[in-house]
Each structure stands twice: as structure tokens, then as C-alpha cells.
């Protein structure tokens, strides 16, 4: 039987996960649901010195697959045996297919950054007239006679 008593906090770059050697678990969840320690659990239990295989659960061990089918499995019957209940065919369901032509990008969610929009906040603002920072068309001073807009077409 493990030895184990502690909760063990497993740390790599970029996670970290609590394992409990007593209740055989993981913060992953791998090893809750399938039964074998997942590698969070074998680090925690080589620092132990001890085992995977007394963590593994008994479903995995031979002895258990050749208990569970010492007796043999009758083969079920064919389908022509088989007992008509009156209930109607089930029918696939109807796909449709979306109209137009199906988008190229996927969509992203809404904390996502987009990396084809370019972001102007380090920019300096420059004039599209005099090529000046600091000022653009609309404030330009250059070349200013006092005529509309307009006027000067």
C-alpha cells in the first residue's frame, strides 16, 4: 500500500498542478478520470520512491482481465432474431447547407488580439501635405492663401 501522505504541488515553464498521493488525484483531472497516474502523478510519486503501478487502478491489472472473463460471453443474437416493437424507423436528420460562400478566417473570440490590424498608438502623427510630425492634413499651416476648399479645385 502507498506510503504517501502529503500534497505534492508539480511545477514545469508553464503550469502547475497539486497531486494527492492518498485520494489519487491530480488537479489535471487525467488522473481522476482514467485511472492511471497521469505525469504530474508519477513525478510526485518518483520523489516518493516509490511505484506507478500501486497507484494504477485494479481495472488495468491482469489479474482482474482474466478474472472478469473467466466465464465466457454469450454472443448476442442476429439481427433476424431480433424482437419488432412497433416504433417507427428513425430517419437521419436534414443538414442544410449555408448559403454564400464559406468564410476563409475563423472567428476569433472577443480577448483574442488580431494580428493583420495594425495598431497606430506608437506612431507619430505626420501631415499628408508637408510631411511633418506632429500635425496632420487638416491642421497644416503650409502654403495657406485664405480660399475655401473648394476654391482651390
Sequence with gaps: MPSGRFA???DNERERHVVDLVNRTCSCRVWDLIGIPCKHGVAAIFVNREKPKDYTHLCYYKDTYVEIYKTPIPPMPGQFEWMSNGQPKPI???VYKPLGRPPMKR???ADEPNSYKVSRANRPLRC?????EGHNVR???ANVTGEIAWERR
Design 8 to 10: 505534492y504541488e508539480v
Design 107 to 109: 472567428k476569433r473570440d
Design 139 to 141: 491642421g497644416c499651416k
Design 128 to 132: 499628408g501635405k508637408c510631411h511633418q
Design 92 to 94: 437521419a436528420p436534414i
